[in-house]
């Protein structure tokens, strides 16, 4: 069984990388039990949009100068 803090280590990480297969199902069979989880991946989720959504974040495409 997935513990939480190993649910979140694993979103965390598909952040960044693409989960393995088996990874991938422990997280969703995790995420199918867990509301605490859900949400945390809610917010992870959100997180993300919004640093991508600033400004001076270097792929955001407002048409700003980054080096002003």
Known sequence: MTTCKHA???MSQGMDRKL???ERLRLRAHL???SGCRNT???FRFLREAIHRHPW???SD????KDA
Do not use: A, K, Q
């Open 8 to 10: 979140t280590e694993l």
């Open 20 to 22: 393995s297969l088996p």
């Open 62 to 65: 407002d048409g700003l100068d």
């Open 32 to 34: 199918l039990i867990c």
């Open 57 to 59: 974040y270097p792929d």
């Open 41 to 43: 991946r809610g917010h």
